[in-house]
């Protein structure tokens, strides 16, 4: 029991992680790419599970198989639930849906499902590079609005 709550304590100093995968080779993939660059790995089971943690935790990177829970992308809840929450509640995570229905780094695609980033799965043996040029440039993007809502929370 403790070391589950260990592995799923998040400290200030963590880089949290969120993944939810039904393919295991996948999972397994994501996991090791995503410790490997330094984030806390949490997975989520299901579409209750990912929106519990989601809920309780500013996860930095999160990454989604298009097919988690689902027989097509029109059916996963997980993707449809965060395509539809209010940006204020999803704008801490840098989302990644990987899967092999488009092809990797299309910016309309990404769109489309509202995600900063789709990774074709032809191409996890660069999931590494690929998560660490979505996460840079999406905090690049944002790092203005960040500064200034730090400072809003900050001065009261």
Request: aromatic share 10%; charged share 20%.
């Amino acid at each position: 029991m403790a070391g589950a709550f260990e592995t799923n304590f998040i400290t200030a100093a963590d880089k949290p992680a969120l993944i939810a995968f039904s393919t295991p080779e996948w999972l397994e993939t994501a996991k090791t790419t995503l410790q490997e660059l330094g984030y806390k790995v949490h997975t989520a089971a299901t579409h209750t599970d990912f929106l519990t943690r989601f809920s309780q935790i500013h996860y930095q990177v999160v990454v989604i198989e298009e097919l988690f829970g689902a027989n097509t992308i029109e059916e996963n809840l997980t993707l449809k639930a965060l395509q539809e929450m209010p940006m204020n509640q999803r704008r801490h995570a840098t989302i990644v849906l990987l899967g092999n229905s488009f092809q990797t780094f299309m910016p309309l695609e990404a769109f489309k499902h509202s995600v900063h980033a789709v990774i074709n799965s032809s191409e996890m043996f660069l999931l590494k590079q690929l998560v660490e040029k979505v996460v840079a440039e999406n905090n690049m993007f944002l790092h203005n609005f960040r500064e200034v809502q730090n400072r809003i929370t900050t001065s009261g």
